[in-house]
């Protein structure tokens, strides 16, 4: 079966792979199927269909699936506890009134797009959703403004996060697939999706706003009534636990910078403490301390919320295993070096590739997550055969790709569409083109810093 019409070999890989990543789209799409489970079944196909052993399959869909959890499935974990801690506490409430009161009511979108790049780095967009309704919803009934003026800044500025600034876990699925480094990542991802959410944010937000009236549902502006905190936490203890993970991973790699061997005690010292993991998990016990027990909460109160809060995160962390899964098999299959063999040949810009298989994958499940990380394993070995690239780059345009043209198969369509009360139409109009002039946006951007350095 691993030959077909006479094809060559790697034409035949690559044939069988779009075959694969077509009943993808069509099971997710379509058939409604699960995408863990889809995922499974197209790795499963895909390496029997190329000629593999069953018996290899199995160890590359197992290998593939717990090589992209073991770092993935912490950061997933301590981050969304992470977030719980600031809904709790009311920290996300804090940072936005702060914020707000020093910007003013005329630069609101600004501020509550800063205020969704902040909360969205540590917790998935999502999360970073539901945390910040009660405050959309508050902000608009108090400024009288249009609520997609102020609500498409914030999902832009969570989503920008989601794409590309470290240390969100899908940003960090790419650094770990392409071995970049984190440091630079989020100076580059800084760079690059600032930019890029001002003007999918506040900029785009102004046009389609005056163009789409939608009103704040009532039954959900009940729901996510703000929490009558007793005692909230200030705005600098506050900011300071959300940035200690991004702050210790700053300290990890200019250390790195400054003493490269690093040989010295010091210098092992900071790159322990910023390497993700243990940064995260520094965060997290820190954020039980500043944002639980320093509020009033008990220990059973602070043990609760960790606990509930890890229930939504399954899907999330079995889904993204399932691509991890799906890309051992690409790679394990030969499926992979045969991509790279034919982008080599065809001399294609690595930023320009990398931002096109992520795009296409995105545009297929619907996930961005499944798309940074299967785009990772076939962007890898084309890495691999092209010295002196930048990654950092390469995770920032894997990470563009990504993010492109969310429409009905994105979990996260939905859930814009019903928490900003708007239609079908009216989500593809707003969200949907909001998505691609942030993708774009950062990949042109991404592409300009390659010339660069």
């Known amino acids: 079966m691993s030959s077909l019409f006479g094809l060559s070999h790697n034409v035949t890989l690559l044939v069988w792979a779009l075959v ?105 967009f999502e999360v970073g959703v539901i945390l910040l309704i009660p405050i959309l919803y508050t902000l608009v009934k108090k400024t009288k403004k249009p609520m997609l003026a102020i609500g498409i800044p914030l999902v832009t500025g969570l989503s920008v996060a989601h794409g590309l600034i470290p240390p969100h876990p899908a940003p960090m699925i790419a650094i770990e697939a392409y071995h970049a480094d984190i440091g630079k990542t989020i100076l580059f991802s800084l760079l690059v999706g600032i930019p890029s959410a001002i003007l999918a944010g506040p900029i785009f937000a102004k046009f389609i706003s005056k163009r789409i009236q939608v009103d704040p549902p009532a039954d959900l502006v009940e729901q996510f009534a703000t929490k009558d905190v007793k005692r909230p936490p200030g705005f600098g203890i506050t ?67 960790t606990m509930d809060c890890l229930a939504p995160t399954a899907s999330i962390i079995l889904i993204i295993g399932g691509g991890g899964a799906f890309k051992g098999v690409l790679i394990d299959s030969g499926v992979g070096k045969a991509i790279a063999a034919i982008a080599t040949n065809a001399n294609l810009n690595l930023i320009v590739f990398a931002f096109l298989v992520a795009a296409l994958i995105r545009l297929a499940t619907g996930s961005s997550s499944v798309a940074m990380t299967t785009a990772a394993g076939i ?55 909001l998505e691609t002039i942030l993708s774009l946006s950062a990949f042109v951007l991404t592409l300009c810093l390659s010339f660069i350095f």
Not at 68 to 77: K, N, Q, R
Not at 246 to 266: N, Q
Not at 416 to 425: D, T
């Open 20 to 124: 694969a990543i077509v009943l993808l789209i069509v099971f997710i799409a379509k058939f409604k199927w699960n995408p863990f489970v889809v995922l499974l079944m197209t790795a499963v196909f895909l390496g029997l269909i190329v000629g593999m052993q069953p018996n290899d399959v199995i160890k590359s869909v197992t290998g593939g699936f717990g090589g992209t959890l073991g770092t993935i499935a912490i950061v997933i974990g301590l981050g969304t506890m992470l977030g719980k801690m600031m809904a709790e506490s009311g920290g996300a409430e804090q940072i936005a009134n702060t914020i707000i009161d020093k910007f003013g009511e005329r630069r609101i979108a600004y501020s509550i797009l800063f205020v969704a790049i902040i909360i969205g780095i540590p917790v998935f």
């Open 239 to 305: 900011i300071l636990t959300i940035l200690m993970p991004v702050i210790l991973m700053l300290i990890g790699s200019a250390a790195s910078i400054i003493d490269p061997d690093g040989t010295s005690g010091f210098t092992m010292f900071c790159k322990f403490i910023g390497h993700e993991i243990i940064a995260l998990l520094i965060a997290t016990v820190f954020a039980f301390f500043s944002l639980g027990f320093a509020r009033g909460f008990s220990k059973e109160q602070v043990s609760k919320f």
């Open 379 to 433: 962007v890898t070995p084309v890495l691999a055969a092209t010295p002196g690239a930048n990654v950092e780059l390469v995770v920032l345009a894997t990470g563009a790709g990504s993010l492109i043209m969310s429409h009905v198969n994105d979990a996260g369509f939905w859930l814009v569409k019903e928490f900003l009360n708007m239609s079908v139409p009216q989500t593809l109009k707003s969200w949907t083109v």
